[in-house]
Structures are given as C-alpha cells and as structure tokens.
C-alpha cells in the first residue's frame, strides 16, 4: 500500500521516515519530495509498506501524532486524477528564462541611458572648450 504523510518536519530525512513506519511492518520504500530548485524538503513525503494491514495499522496509529514538532497527516495516498498537476506555461520558457530576459532587457535599458548621458556630457565639454578657446583668443593680450 502506498501512504500519504505530510505536514512533516523540514529536518525530517527518508532514514527518519522508513525508521518510522518500520515499528509496524516491512517497507518498501520512503521517500520525502525535494524542491528541484533548491533541495529543501517539500513538506511531504510517500511510504510503501508490502502488507496492507500493516500499512492501515501504521496509518491509524501515526496520523495526527506529533513527530519533531509537527502534527502529521498520514493517510492511503490517492491516484492522481487525469489532468491534475499540469504544468503551467510561463510563454514558452521556463520562470527563470523569463526572468533572465527581463533583466537583460533592463541591463540593455542601463547601458542605453549610460551612453546618452556620456554623450550629452562630451557635448557639453565641447561647447564648454569651444566658448573657453574663442574667449581667449579675443583677450586684449593676444592683440585682438
């Protein structure tokens, strides 16, 4: 049989869960679902016990108790339904390529602004230069 437990502690580790469920038969296996992203513990996690009236002690006697600080829920886990957990579409890529594109949109934004206030600087030196260079130039000193 194949047991939902969730509500689990972050802390918790397949050898935590397997140890758990073991006082009350054989398991197959235990497993806790991980974030792809990051590793953490998604919060619940999947027993497998060969002998299903072991499998519906374990349930009666676990659900509701209190592991490592956390109330558990543990009952027989329930096929999914066809067309549950689809996957969502982000416009053809992924949340992260979308990110990635937004900040590449805005860095391009930056450097843009960069070169024209750069400009507008290089312009303004040259007037700057140019009224300095023909201020001199008409100086009584220079015989003008």
């Known amino acids: 049989m194949n047991i939902y437990v969730g509500n689990l502690s972050w802390s918790m580790t397949d050898d935590d869960l ?9 398991v197959t296996s235990a497993k806790i679902l991980k974030d792809k992203m990051n590793g953490r ?7 497998e016990m060969e002998d299903d009236e ?13 592991v490592q600080g956390r109330k558990l829920i543990v009952n027989e886990s329930q096929p999914r339904q066809e ?29 843009v602004e960069a070169v024209a206030v750069m400009a507008a600087v290089a312009v303004e030196t040259v007037a700057v230069v140019a009224v300095v260079t023909t201020g001199i130039f008409n100086y009584p000193a220079f015989g003008h």
């Open 54 to 66: 072991a499998a519906k002690t374990a349930i009666a006697n676990l659900n509701e108790t209190e």
């Open 41 to 47: 513990s998604k919060g619940f996690g999947f027993v």
């Open 18 to 26: 397997m140890n758990l469920f073991t006082q009350y038969g054989s």
């Open 83 to 111: 067309g549950d957990y689809k996957k969502r579409s982000f416009g053809g890529g992924s949340v992260a390529v979308a990110a990635t594109r937004k900040v590449a949109v805005m860095a391009a934004a930056v450097v």
